[in-house]
């Protein structure tokens, strides 16, 4: 669903004139110009509260924008893994992605997720397991 809405957005956003280029700024607002990064964290954080979404913890807790970065790294390599990808070879290009000049900036956005474990451990598993021949 969020997909939907950011493509509809999009759609609307070049209709009015939006830039087409890669580099543009994708939130822009009435005047064409990107959106400061403080008035889309508080949308954000309006928008929490609206959907009620909240953790355990008190305010430095709670979901941030920012945070969507790193679930989007996270689904990614696990995608990777699942689509039987050289993960080792594709995180230059996530760094890249991720706007970061070093992979070790990445680094910090890769956590651990019970589903990215799995995956990584099926892959070491057939890494690790010699393959059985039947002649």
């Known amino acids: 669903m969020t997909t ?11 209709a009015f004139g939006g830039s087409h280029q ?5 939130f822009v607002g ?4 990107k959106v400061n990064i403080y008035t889309l964290d508080g949308a954000f954080q309006q928008l929490r509260e609206y959907a009620g979404l909240r953790r355990v913890g008190g305010p430095r807790c709670q979901p ?3 945070d969507l970065r790193h679930t989007s790294a996270v689904h990614r390599l696990t995608a990777w893994y699942r689509e039987g990808k050289d993960v080792q070879m594709l995180l230059p290009q996530l ?7 070093h992979l070790a900036a990445t680094q910090v956005y890769l956590t651990m997720t019970p589903e990215l474990l799995h995956e990584a451990s099926l892959r070491f598993e057939r890494y690790a397991t010699p393959e059985v021949h039947n002649d």
């Open 30 to 33: 009435r005047n064409g110009k």
């Open 95 to 101: 760094s890249a992605y991720l706007g970061h000049t």
């Open 64 to 66: 941030r924008l920012h």
């Open 4 to 14: 939907q809405i950011l493509t509809i957005y999009a759609n609307r956003r070049n």
């Open 22 to 26: 890669d580099d543009a700024p994708f």
